[in-house]
């Protein structure tokens, strides 16, 4: 499977950096992060990708007032955080802006968080019962914004990897074959050092066994508690065929 590393606790960033072997790939929150450190990772013939929030409004970001006005609820139980409208323009702006500063600084691939935006947009408030702090766009609406951000970004030559979104992705892929052509997904298995629900793993599994069949390459971040966990799901990884897996004994991503 090869090195692989997630980092998006900025402190823990440039670290992650130098200990991804060479040909090895890490998954990076890049703000902060110095462009010499940057620099000897791809000396080393690191693999790069950036994190970028497509589907949510992260309040430490230096850019959190511009986009305050287009917060749509709060995001779960992540204090600071907020789903955010997606057919901004201004927002679809950033996000392209956003991925060629991040291909200019080295790195050749995107973590596209929260593409669940759509769900959320299409059920998932409903379903929650969230409180809005304004009235939601169309799913189609939201479904066009994202595949247009998506287009654009790709035809930059970055690779766009969705993590999660798994009602986006099907839809997209669908209709766009070829390209999105790797996916990545949280807890299948384990999360917050606890297994899954057996209907949960089921669901997921399907939908990578999906991604798959397409031709998609295949990344998965799992939270078990302990060594043997690990080593389980690893061998559950093995046995789809699902190419990379990053184990994380934390809540955070630490790339260690």
Known sequence: MGDLRYCFEREYAEKTLGLTKSKGLAVVDLEGVTQTAIN?????????????????????RPYYGTFENIRLAQYGDWSGEYWIDPTSK?????????????????????YFDNPDIYYMVKEGFEEEKTSMIRKAPSSWLVYEALAETIEKIQKTGMI???????????????ENPGIIKT???????????KRQPAEDTKY?????D????????????????NKAQALIAKAYYKKHGWQ??????HKELRGD
């Open 204 to 208: 997921y599994t399907e939908y990578l």
């Open 210 to 225: 999906w991604c798959k069949r397409q031709g998609m390459y295949i990344r998965g971040i799992e939270y078990p508690k």
């Open 183 to 193: 996916v990545n997904q949280e807890g299948i298995l384990y999360q917050d050092k």
């Open 90 to 110: 201004k927002w679809r702006s950033h996000l392209i802006n956003e991925a060629a500063a991040l291909k200019k600084r080295g790195a050749i691939g995107l």
């Open 244 to 249: 990379g897996i990053y184990i994380s004994y």
């Open 40 to 60: 000897k990772a791809l000396a080393r013939n690191v693999f790069i990708y950036a994190y970028l929030n497509v589907g949510a409004l992260e309040k430490g």
């Open 160 to 174: 766009v990897m969705p993590n999660g979104g798994d009602t986006f992705v099907r839809r997209f892929a669908r």
